[in-house]
């Protein structure tokens, strides 16, 4: 499986790897070593998407208290 490296993924494309993820994780698989693989990054898929959350929530947060101090009270 050629995937692209986590860190350089987009919210949307880890989002989408996270639910293609949980589908094959799902099925049965034969290899036990493809499925510790496939859920090693899950893992890593779902701590991509959570970073990128807490990011846009902090960023979301500076700009909500900028424009605080902007506006005439």
Known sequence: MNEPDVSSL???AAVNGLERTV???AKEQEDLAES???YERGLALAQR???L????ERRLG???ASNERASPQ
């Open 10 to 12: 987009d919210y949307e």
């Open 23 to 25: 589908q094959l994780l």
């Open 62 to 64: 500076e700009l909500a």
């Open 49 to 51: 998407c959570s970073l």
């Open 36 to 38: 510790v693989r496939t």
């Open 53 to 56: 959350l807490k990011e846009a």
